[in-house]
């Protein structure tokens, strides 16, 4: 599994899922801390559609930690400051990159489910899109519906 596809399945997650399955690298492995979960500031960049140039939005609080499972090292970066999850995905992360980590059946279960559950809040808000081009063609009636009764 690629780490982008990782990150996003881990950031969506429960912290409590993402606890599950750390605690299940750590009763195997004995992971080390190399750098505790610490709050930090991040730019975001963003992409100008029109000259299509890059600038920074502002900036956001983020978390960040880095461990260690028998020397191969993993890095967490999440927005927000759950520095529990954020030092979790730091033990995944390094489980995945020693080529340990065993669970990845439930994480494409768990990418499933958040599929899912996207595709079920874009079909409510499509049930209330606006079709203004049908709004425009009843639009003249009603205006001479209005016309003739004033008259």
Do not use: W
Not at 48 to 64: A, D, H, M, R, T
Not at 81 to 88: C, M, P, R
């Amino acid at each position: 599994m690629d780490k982008k596809r990782l990150t996003k399945i881990l950031a969506k997650a429960d912290r409590r899922i993402v606890a599950s399955l750390s605690a299940d690298i750590q009763k195997k492995y004995r992971p080390v801390i190399v750098k505790g979960p610490q709050k930090t500031l991040a730019m975001i960049k963003m992409r100008e559609p029109v000259k299509n140039s890059l600038f920074y939005l502002g900036e956001v609080i983020v978390c960040e930690a880095t461990a260690e499972i028998d020397g191969v090292s993993g890095v967490a970066v999440f927005m927000g400051d759950d520095a529990e999850k954020t030092l979790d995905m730091a033990i995944i992360d390094a489980a995945v990159n020693r080529g340990v980590f065993s669970a990845e059946e439930k994480l494409s279960e768990l990418e499933k489910e958040q599929n899912d559950l996207v595709m079920q809040e874009n079909a409510m808000h499509l049930k209330t899109t606006v079709n203004f081009e049908s709004m425009d063609r009843e639009a003249p009636n009603d205006l001479n519906a209005f016309k003739k009764a004033q008259l």
